[in-house]
């Protein structure tokens, strides 16, 4: 294998900084060296891979085609040294490290509670964690930047091993205001007449309903708003005439209060499962064992 043309992380580095930090002098600042040498740098990645990463665009520079690919492995690269680094340090101090990742829904309604259950009962383990999309997380497990991952899609991948966790359901609902507060059953054909609010298009529950409505023949529901958090749903379902399809656990309490009213579908339930999730090389991580056996004994 041919080791001799590798880029430098200086340079990748420098690369990554011009991008996220808008120019040269202010990927010097950050980095404590001079533009010369930023722009030092920058030409010897070129050189490295023999294609121009970077263009100027009037007073601003700006990723080429190839740029956006070497950008995106400098990411990657860096993330990697940085949690290598973290690697030794924990090797050297006798840590434990466990880096965990969620969905939203999960890490906002069911995490600080395991968190604080974790720290009580293994308080030699350091936790960290962490909120993101089922794709990018199911990236990060593959890529080693993560030990586990608690999921509301089954990742794809044939280096992750899932187990079941937990049974949830998507359901309908709505709040106090709406006219289907205490509907007893609704006709699956009435769900193209009402108006949804629901979460953002890269989220599992959207992917999850997408299917379960295209199964029965409904492509397309009324959206009237898409929004990035499940708790701000809630709030506006229970202020106006919107409906919603969310999580069973998310929705439980406000169920249980009245605050939330579950419109039952004549003919349709879509059920689905939370997962664990891990790599094949990581299963023989102490902290990850420790974590999924309080996960099961919560069950």
Same mark, same amino acid.
């Not at 990927?27 to 030092?40: E, H, N, S």
């Not at 794709?135 to 899932?162: K, N």
């Not at 205490?182 to 054909?189: A, H, M, R």
């Given at each position: 294998?041919?080791?001799?043309?590798?880029?430098?992380?200086? #340079?990748?580095?420098?690369?990554?900084?011009?991008?996220?930090?808008?120019?040269?002098?202010?990927?010097?600042?950050?980095?404590?060296?001079?533009?010369?040498?930023?722009?030092?740098?920058?030409?010897?990645?070129?050189?490295?891979? #023999?294609?121009?990463?970077?263009?100027?665009?009037?007073?601003?520079?700006?990723?080429?085609?190839?740029?956006?690919?070497?950008?995106?492995?400098?990411?990657?690269? !860096?993330?990697?040294?940085?949690?290598?680094?973290?690697?030794?340090?924990?090797?050297?101090?006798?840590?434990?490290? !466990?880096?965990?990742?969620?969905?939203?829904?999960? #890490?906002?309604?069911?995490?600080?509670?395991?968190?604080?259950?974790?720290?009580?009962?293994?308080? /030699?383990?350091?936790?960290?964690?962490?909120?993101?999309?089922?794709?990018?997380?199911?990236?990060?497990?593959?890529?080693?930047? =993560?030990?586990?991952?608690?999921?509301?899609?089954?990742?794809?991948?044939?280096?992750?091993?899932?187990?079941?966790?937990?049974?949830?359901?998507?359901?309908?609902?709505?709040?106090?205001?709406? =006219? !289907?507060?205490?509907?007893?059953?609704?006709?699956? /054909?009435?769900?193209?007449?009402?108006?949804?609010?629901?979460?953002?298009?890269?989220?599992?529950?959207?992917?999850?309903?997408?299917?379960?409505?295209?199964?029965?023949?409904?492509?397309?529901?009324?959206?009237?708003?898409?929004?990035?958090?499940?708790?701000?749903?809630?709030?506006?379902?229970?202020?106006?005439?919107?409906?919603?399809?969310?999580?069973?656990?998310?929705?439980? /309490?406000?169920?249980?209060?009245?605050?939330?009213?579950?419109?039952?579908?004549?003919?349709?339930?879509?059920?689905?499962?939370?997962?664990?999730?891990?790599?094949?090389?990581?299963?023989?991580?102490?902290?990850?064992?420790?974590?999924?056996?309080?996960?099961?004994?919560?069950?």
């Amino acid at each position: 294998m041919e080791y001799r043309n590798l880029p430098d992380l200086s #340079g990748l580095a420098a690369l990554k900084a011009v991008v996220e930090l808008g120019g040269v002098a202010e990927a010097g600042l950050t980095l404590c060296i001079g533009q010369p040498a930023v722009t030092k740098r920058l030409r010897a990645l070129d050189n490295c891979y #023999g294609v121009a990463l970077m263009q100027r665009k009037g007073r601003r520079l700006e990723l080429t085609p190839a740029g956006e690919k070497v950008y995106a492995y400098s990411r990657l690269v !860096l993330d990697h040294q940085t949690l290598l680094l973290d690697d030794l340090e924990s090797l050297q101090t006798g840590q434990n490290r !466990l880096r965990l990742e969620v969905t939203s829904d999960i #890490g906002e309604h069911m995490l600080p509670e395991l968190l604080l259950r974790f720290a009580d009962t293994y308080p /030699e383990y350091r936790m960290e964690s962490r909120m993101g999309y089922s794709r990018r997380i199911q990236t990060r497990l593959a890529t080693g930047l =993560s030990d586990l991952a608690l999921l509301e899609q089954a990742p794809d991948h044939t280096d992750i091993l899932v187990q079941k966790w937990i049974e949830d359901e998507l359901v309908l609902v709505c709040g106090p205001g709406h =006219s !289907l507060w205490d509907n007893s059953l609704l006709p699956v /054909e009435e769900l193209q007449r009402l108006r949804y609010v629901l979460r953002e298009p890269r989220s599992s529950m959207r992917a999850t309903l997408k299917k379960a409505l295209a199964d029965i023949g409904i492509n397309n529901i009324p959206i009237a708003m898409e929004v990035g958090s499940t708790d701000t749903i809630v709030e506006i379902l229970q202020r106006g005439k919107h409906v919603s399809f969310l999580p069973r656990f998310v929705v439980k /309490e406000a169920l249980n209060a009245g605050g939330l009213f579950h419109i039952k579908i004549q003919g349709l339930r879509i059920n689905r499962t939370l997962w664990i999730a891990r790599t094949r090389a990581n299963l023989n991580n102490i902290a990850s064992e420790a974590f999924i056996q309080l996960l099961r004994d919560k069950k």
